[in-house]
């Protein structure tokens, strides 16, 4: 017993001297404080380094091609005296008063850019970009040019549609411009101040702009991406390719990129595209009405208890709207139930719709909603009579 005893006590000190001296042997295990997300290991499966933030390299290799230089010409009168259009003075002086005051015309040359749409050779640009050109070449990033012909623009979005005869054409991929985010990265394909195709990369900045004076119908995507002189007409891509955009302006106080660019909505653009090849013309719908947003003074004046919604103040003679008793005086505060805050809403709204389609107007008449359902028709070429 007294050996067992002696064994008993030497075991216990032993054990006791390892757990003092190691006490990790009797811990368990514990989750950490901070749970830290280890990267994934690399596969094959996994994206890479050109489709992701290392490099952007393979987009630009999809969308690059796609996109070409326009240089436009056109001949503009060059404005002399009067005094030498005089014909006593023409007669005295003859053709030596034509050496002395110079040729009456000019050839005045523009750059900017396109994007290829289709393999029949359709491209997009923007209407400034060739408006009033006598000519129009286009030169691809293969080398070939060709001159292009104007198949029809539209000045209330500032596009054009322009039609070269090549084969074995590059075209770009149509990306979803509707599903676009904020903080997406994106990528700006142009030639700007004629130095050559340029890449420049931003993220975009908000969607949905209007209310700028641009254009007539806006709703821009606003991007950081530098966009200069030159590159209007140009494509903004998405980070694979995948064009999401028409370049056209950019807010600058210098005339250079300050990080405030626009595109239109490559969704807008197919419209647009689709109606001037079918048509020769967008098609847009329109209700013949003349309208102010509600202001507070005019909400205070009215009684209103929200300040919202469109204030009717002339109604076309014989239009949609007269047609389907809508009154001046009526304030338009929802279309299709979906209500608005601004006027560039409810212009955007009646114009998606196409001509012969029905739509709901809700209006407030003496503090009462009514609906009244109208079919639009197209906008007239020539402005009608308002009715007061």
Do not use: C
Not at 135 to 148: E, H, K, M, N, P
Not at 259 to 282: K, W, Y
């Amino acid at each position: 017993m007294l050996y067992l005893g002696r064994a008993i006590v030497l075991g216990l000190a032993i054990a006791f001297i390892l757990v003092i001296a190691w006490p990790s042997l009797t811990s368990k295990s514990r989750t950490p404080v901070v749970e830290i997300h280890q990267a994934a290991p690399v596969t094959a499966s996994s994206p890479t380094p050109a489709s992701g933030p290392a490099s952007y390299s393979q987009a630009v290799d999809n969308a690059a091609p796609a996109v070409v230089n326009i240089n436009t010409a056109k001949v503009v009168k060059v404005q002399q005296h009067p005094f030498f259009d005089d014909p006593i003075f023409r007669q005295f002086f003859g053709r030596q008063l034509d050496n002395l005051v110079g040729p009456k015309q000019r050839v005045v040359t523009s750059l900017g850019s396109g994007v290829i749409i289709s393999h029949e050779g359709y491209i997009l640009t923007n209407n400034h970009v060739i408006k009033d050109a006598d000519a129009i070449q286009v030169s691809l990033r293969d080398g070939r040019t060709a001159s292009a012909k104007l198949v029809g623009a539209d000045t209330d979005t500032d596009l054009a549609v322009l039609k070269i005869e090549l084969e074995n054409l590059p075209v770009i991929v149509i990306g979803n411009s509707d599903m676009i985010r904020v903080g997406d990265v994106v990528l700006a394909i142009g030639n700007p101040f004629g130095v050559g195709q340029t890449v420049t990369m931003g993220i975009i900045s908000a969607t949905g702009r209007s209310r700028l004076g641009i254009n007539t119908f806006e709703n821009f995507i606003q991007t950081d991406a530098a966009i200069n002189p030159g590159n209007s007409g140009g494509a903004l891509i998405d980070a694979y390719g995948n064009l999401l955009g028409i370049n056209t302006a950019i807010f600058s106080k210098s005339g250079g990129s300050q990080g405030i660019g626009f595109a239109i909505p490559v969704s807008m653009a197919q419209a647009v595209l689709r109606d001037i090849i079918e048509h020769g013309r967008p098609l847009r719908g329109w209700l013949g009405i003349d309208g102010n947003p509600v202001t507070p003074e005019i909400a205070r004046s009215l009684g209103l208890k929200k300040i919202e919604g469109i204030l009717i103040v002339g109604v076309y003679r014989n239009g949609p709207a007269h047609k389907s008793g809508v009154e001046p005086g009526d304030i338009m505060v929802a279309i299709d139930g979906k209500r608005f805050t601004h006027a560039q809403e409810a212009l955007m709204a009646i114009s998606n719709h196409r001509p012969g389609e029905q739509l709901t107007l809700t209006v407030l008449r003496e503090g009462q909603e009514k609906q009244i359902t109208i079919t639009v028709i197209e906008r007239p070429q020539e402005a009608p009579t308002l009715r007061k």
